[in-house]
């Protein structure tokens, strides 16, 4: 199944590819829940690289975006050898302070969608933990790759 064939919730996914590895495998031989969670941080920072805010720039800016709320939706289960592809989309932000991403995990083989799941981001200061308005420089990174026409999650 090609990527363009790929059944996903929104357009122009930012898309991180991966291979389910015998160390992902819990006692109910699939793939452990807390395995979907890291692919799903990490499809995020994969995103938040690729639009220019890396570590480098947060620290630079003392500013980051924070995980503030997440929900998973397993909806099928992946076993060891499974080609994934784990898909996410900044879908609403208030440019102010808060963003929120969806995310979809595909097992590539048959097109099936595992996962569904949702976070939400603050800004925040790195030196003191505390909420921070979005500095310019993440409005200019983020904000071209808000989906325009998502309804409000």
């Given amino acids: 199944m090609s990527e363009p064939d790929l059944p996903w919730d929104h357009p122009q996914p930012h898309i991180v590819y991966t291979k389910v590895q015998p160390e992902d495998i819990d006692g109910l031989n699939h793939t452990n829940n807390a395995v979907y969670v890291d692919w799903c941080q990490r499809a995020a920072w994969s995103h938040s690289v690729a639009l220019g805010l890396d570590l480098p720039r947060y620290q630079a800016l003392d500013r980051a975006m924070a995980i503030t709320y997440s929900e998973y939706h397993y909806l099928q289960a992946s076993r060891e050898g499974d080609e994934v592809a784990v898909a996410t989309w900044i879908v609403e932000w208030d440019r ?53 026409d998502s309804p409000p999650s």
């Fill in 96 to 148: 102010k302070l808060t963003m929120r991403r969806h995310f979809q995990v595909i097992r590539l083989s048959d097109g099936v969608t595992l996962l569904r799941a949702a976070m939400r981001f603050a800004c925040i200061e790195l030196s003191s933990g505390r909420p921070r308005r979005l500095p310019p420089e993440f409005i200019e990174g983020y904000g071209p790759a808000v989906l325009a």
